[in-house]
C-alpha cells in the first residue's frame, strides 16, 4: 500500500481512518479487554500508518496512536503514574527488519560493519520470548513489594496493588540481601495455556463468559476491582526488566535479570545471551519450534542490546528505545469471511457444523475449513453466514474459529441452522439434551447435541462405522483402507459390518486397485477376523463412548456378550469409571433392534470370541446396600440418609415395604426424605426397578456387604463352586441355592482360584480344566454327602 508514496490529500485522509480505527481498537483492547481483531490486524494498521507518518512526517500528531502506547487508565482504580515511563517495543516481522535494526544499533554506537563474511563488532544482545500477557510494574521498597501498576498509556496506569499481590508468584518481600532500597520491577502478567483451558471450561459449567485467549483472560483477570477473582484465576509473572532504582544493580541485561532471580523474582526460563544477530537468529528459529511445547502462549521474541552503557548511548526514539526489538511469529490469529456452515455425520451420528471459509493464510498455511464443534458452540459465539470471524491455527490442532467481529457484520448475514434432515440420507435429525445430574439431584443441562436417526441406513454413519470395525485395535482386518470402504458401500456391497462376511471373491476383484493376489489377501484377512476377543468385538461395535478401555472392561467384568447385552444401566454403572452417559448408551445400543440383529448376523456368519468367560470380581466385590438405594437418586434422600435407611432396614425389601411410621423411626430423616422415599416407592415402576436392578446385581455375583458379613460364619464362606454336567437329584439352581446358603459363591467358569468342582454326567471341559489344575471334584452323590455333613 506504501509502495508508491500517496499525494498528501490523500495520505491525510488514510492516516485520520487509519488513526481513528487503531484508537477504537486500543480502547477495546486496553480498557474494555474485548478484542476487536486479532494482533496481526492490529499490527498491520500500525505498520501501515508508521509508514505513512514516516513518508509524511509533517502530518504526525502528539495524538497519533504511534506516539503513546495503550489505552486510558480506568476510573475505578486508582491511578500511578511511571515516573520512568512503561515503553512499547518496535517490531520486526521479517528478517530483514531485524538485520535493519542490528544495523541502527551498529551505526548508534559507531560500531564498524560487518560484511559478508561476517566481521565488524558484534553486538551482544539478551534474548528471551515475547510472552503474551499484560505489561505490569511491582514498586519494592526496603525490599517490600508496596504498590503494583498496569503500564495503562505508558506514563499513568492502574493500581492493581491488591490484585497484584494475589498472583502466586511474585514475591511479597525479596529475598536475600543487596537490593537496591527502591527497585521497580517491570514484567508480564501472563496465563498458562493449561490454567486458561481449564478456567474456561469452568467459565463454561457456570454460565460465566469464556475468554477467547489467555492474553484476555489474564487481562481480565487483573483488571478485576474484586481480588478474590484475581486470586481464583491462574496467574503468573515473569520479570523482564527494571524501571526506577536507586542504584546497586549489574552493569548489563542478563546479570540483572540473574540478580532479580537471586531476589526470588521469577524470570523467563529461556533467557539467553547472543553474540551477535546471526545468533539471535538461530534463537528465533529455535523458540519458534518450541513454540507449542511451551506451557505459556508467545507472539515472538525480544532482543536486547545486552549492555547498560551501550543502552544509554542508544536512548529512544519517540516511546520505543532504540536498544530492543520485538521479532514476532506469524500471526496464528486471523480473520477471515464465513461462507458457509456445513453438516458432517459422524460414526454414531452426530452432526457436527464445519465453517466454510474464505481462504486465508494463518502461520503460513492456507485455512479454509475451521470446526464449530457443536450448535451450542454456534450460539455461543453469535456466529452469522457473511460474518467477518477470528481464526486461530496453532500447531497441527484443526483450526478454531476464535470470535465474531460483530462491527463487521453486513446486512444480508445470516443464521446457522441445524438441518431438519440429514444432509447425506435424508433422515430426521434429533436433538438430544445431554443431561449431567447434580448432587443436588436437579438435572444441569450439559449442551445437546444433533443426531441423524438413520444410523446403518445412513451412508456416512455406515462408512465410519465399518472403517472404525475393521481398524486395527478392532476387528484389525488388514488392507479395507478407507477408500475400500468407500467404493463397498457406494456399490451396495456392504450395507452393514456382517456384510464384509459374505463378500466374494468375484465382488472384490472388480473393486478399483484390485487383482487376484489383493482379492485373496483381503478374503483371507477378513477370514482370521472372525475370532476376535470378546474386548475387541465390543470395541468394533463402536457404540458411542465406549473406547477401548471400556470395552476391555466390560468383556472382562461381564465375560459374555449375552450379560452386557442385558446389564441394566444402573447395574453398569457399578463397572469403575462407567458414568451414567455411557452406561445408557451401552444398554440402549442393545436395546436396539436394528444392531441386535446385525450382531446376530455377525455370529451366523462365523464371528466368534475366542472366549466368553466367567463373572470377575468387579461385581462379586461386595456393594453396599446404602451405594445402592444412593444410586436410585430419590428425591432427598443424599448419602447419609442412604446409611441410615440400610442400617436401619437390612434390605430393599424391607425398605420398599417399610411404612410411614417405620421410616419416621429413622434417625434425622426428616418428614419431606420420608414422604419422597415413600413416594418414590409407592410408584411401582420405581420399586419393580429397584428389585430388577437388585436381582441383576445378585445374578452378577454381588453380594450386600451386610450378608457378607452374615456368610462370614458359615461353613463354605469365601468359597468358589462351579456346577458342570447335569445333576439328576436336583436341578443346578438347587444346588446353587444351597451352596449359596453355605456361604459360598458359585461362578460359572473354572480357574485356579475355585475351590471345588461338582461334575455330573457330561462334564466337559470344565472338568478337565478342574483336572488339570488339579482341583477338588465331587460327582454328584459325594456333592449331596458333603451338603448333609456341612448342613449338620
Ligand atoms: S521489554 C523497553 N521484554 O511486550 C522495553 N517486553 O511491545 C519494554 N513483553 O509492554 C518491554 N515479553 O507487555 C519486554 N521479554 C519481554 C517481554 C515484553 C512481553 C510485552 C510487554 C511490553 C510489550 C512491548
Not at 406 to 423: I, K, L, Q, W
Not at 629 to 635: A, G, T
Not at 735 to 752: D, F, H, I, P
Request: glycine share 10%.
Amino acid at each position: 500500500m506504501t509502495d508508491a508514496a500517496l499525494p498528501a490529500q490523500q495520505a491525510a485522509e488514510r492516516i485520520a481512518a487509519l488513526r481513528s480505527e487503531i484508537d477504537a481498537h486500543n480502547y477495546r483492547y486496553y480498557v474494555l479487554d474485548e478484542p476487536s481483531v486479532p494482533d496481526a490486524e492490529y499490527d498491520r494498521l500500525f505498520k501501515e500508518l508508521r509508514a505513512l507518518e514516516a513518508e509524511h512526517p509533517e502530518l504526525v500528531t502528539a495524538e497519533s496512536p504511534t506516539q503513546r502506547v495503550g489505552g486510558e487508565a480506568l476510573a475505578a482504580f486508582g491511578q500511578v503514574r511511571h515516573e520512568v515511563p512503561m515503553l512499547s517495543l518496535g517490531n520486526a516481522f521479517e528478517e530483514q527488519d531485524l538485520l535493519d535494526f542490528d544495523r541502527r544499533v551498529r551505526e548508534g554506537l559507531d560500531l564498524p560493519a560487518g560484511d559478508l563474511f561476517g566481521g565488524g563488532a558484534e553486538v551482544e544482545y539478551s534474548c528471551e520470548p515475547k510472552l503474551d500477557g499484560l505489561a505490569v510494574s511491582l514498586l519494592y521498597e526496603n525490599g517490600q513489594l508496596v504498590r503494583g501498576a498496569t503500564r495503562g498509556d505508558g506514563s499513568t496506569g492502574e493500581d492493581i496493588s491488591a490484585n497484584v499481590r494475589t498472583v502466586r508468584n511474585i514475591p511479597l518481600k525479596l529475598h536475600g540481601s543487596g537490593w537496591p532500597a527502591v527497585l521497580e520491577v517491570r514484567g508480564e502478567i501472563y496465563m498458562p495455556k493449561a490454567g486458561f483451558e481449564a478456567l474456561n471450561a469452568r467459565q463454561l459449567e457456570n454460565g460465566g463468559k469464556t475468554f477467547a485467549n489467555p492474553r484476555n483472560a489474564a487481562a481480565g483477570s487483573l483488571r478485576q476491582l474484586d481480588p478474590r477473582i484475581t486470586a481464583s484465576r491462574p496467574l503468573e509473572l515473569c520479570a523482564y526488566g527494571v524501571g526506577r532504582s536507586d542504584g546497586g544493580l549489574p552493569g548489563n541485561h542478563i546479570d540483572m535479570l540473574k540478580a532479580l532471580k537471586g531476589w526470588g523474582l521469577p524470570i523467563s526460563r529461556e533467557l539467553k545471551l547472543a553474540k551477535g544477530i546471526a545468533e539471535c537468529r538461530t534463537y528465533y528459529q529455535a523458540i519458534g519450534e518450541k513454540r507449542d511445547a511451551l506451557a505459556y502462549e508467545i507472539d515472538g521474541v525480544v532482543f536486547k542490546v545486552n549492555d547498560f552503557a551501550q543502552q544509554r548511548e542508544l536512548g529512544f526514539r519517540a516511546r520505543e528505545p532504540r536498544w530492543a526489538i520485538a521479532h514476532k511469529f506469524p500471526a496464528r490469529e486471523e480473520i477471515t469471511e464465513l461462507l458457509g456452515v456445513e453438516f458432517q455425520v459422524g460414526r454414531t451420528g452426530a452432526i457436527t457444523p464445519v465453517a466454510r471459509l474464505k481462504p486465508v493464510q494463518v502461520a503460513g498455511v492456507t485455512v479454509s475449513n475451521a470446526t464449530l464443534h457443536n450448535m451450542d458452540e454456534v450460539a455461543r459465539l453469535g456466529v452469522m453466514i457473511g460474518d467477518s470471524v477470528i481464526v486461530r491455527r496453532a500447531g497441527d490442532v484443526i483450526p478454531q474459529i476464535l470470535g465474531v467481529i460483530a462491527e463487521r457484520r453486513p446486512a444480508d448475514a445470516r443464521a446457522v441452522h441445524v438441518p431438519e434432515r440429514c444432509p447425506v440420507c435424508g433422515s430426521a435429525v434429533e436433538r438430544t439434551q445431554l443431561v449431567k445430574r447434580s448432587k443436588g439431584r436437579e438435572s444441569v443441562s450439559e449442551g445437546s447435541i444433533y443426531r441423524c436417526v438413520g444410523r446403518l441406513a445412513c451412508q456416512a454413519q455406515l462408512k465410519q462405522a465399518i472403517i472404525h470395525f475393521v481398524s486395527r485395535r478392532a476387528m484389525d482386518i488388514d488392507g479395507l483402507g478407507d477408500k475400500i470402504v468407500e467404493q463397498l458401500v457406494d456399490k451396495g456391497l456392504v450395507a452393514s459390518p456382517a456384510d464384509l462376511y459374505t463378500l466374494t471373491y468375484e465382488q472384490v476383484v472388480e473393486l478399483e486397485g484390485f487383482a487376484e493376489l489383493s482379492t485373496k489377501n483381503l478374503l483371507a484377512s477378513i477370514d482370521k477376523s472372525r475370532t476376535p476377543s470378546l474386548a475387541r468385538f465390543i470395541f468394533a461395535l463402536g457404540i458411542p463412548d465406549v473406547g477401548e478401555e471400556t470395552a476391555k472392561l466390560l468383556a472382562r467384568a461381564l465375560g459374555s456378550l449375552e450379560r452386557i447385552g442385558k446389564a441394566l444401566p444402573e447395574v453398569l454403572t457399578y463397572l469403575p469409571d462407567v458414568g451414567g452417559e455411557v452406561a445408557h448408551e451401552i444398554h440402549s445400543f442393545f436395546g436396539d433392534a436394528h444392531n441386535r440383529e446385525v450382531i446376530a448376523q455377525l455370529r451366523e456368519r462365523g464371528v466368534a470370541f475366542q472366549e466368553e468367560g466367567e463373572l470377575h470380581a468387579e461385581f462379586a466385590a461386595c456393594a453396599s446396600l446404602a451405594g445402592f438405594i444412593d444410586k436410585l437418586n430419590i428425591p432427598f434422600i443424599a448419602a447419609t440418609g442412604a446409611e441410615r435407611l440400610a442400617a436401619r432396614f437390612g434390605s430393599l425389601e424391607a425398605i420398599i415395604g417399610a411404612d410411614w411410621l417405620d421410616l419416621r423411626q429413622v434417625e434425622r430423616l426428616n418428614e419431606k426424605a420420608a414422604r419422597a422415599l415413600r413416594d418414590f416407592f409407592d410408584a411401582p415402576e420405581n420399586a419393580e426397578r429397584a428389585r430388577a436392578i437388585e436381582a441383576q446385581l445378585r445374578e452378577f455375583g454381588m453380594h450386600w456387604d451386610s450378608e457378607r458379613k452374615a456368610a462370614a460364619g458359615l461353613p463354605l464362606a469365601g468359597q468358589t463352586w462351579v456346577l458342570t454336567g447335569t445333576l439328576e437329584a436336583m436341578s443346578r439352581d438347587q444346588a446353587k441355592e444351597r451352596l449359596e446358603a453355605l456361604g459360598a459363591k458359585v461362578a460359572g467358569s473354572v480357574s485356579a482360584k475355585t475351590h471345588c468342582v461338582v461334575a455330573g454326567p457330561g462334564a466337559g471341559s470344565k472338568l478337565a480344566k478342574a483336572n488339570e489344575l488339579g482341583l477338588k471334584v465331587l460327582d454328584e452323590a459325594q456333592f449331596i454327602a458333603e451338603l448333609e455333613t456341612l448342613q449338620q
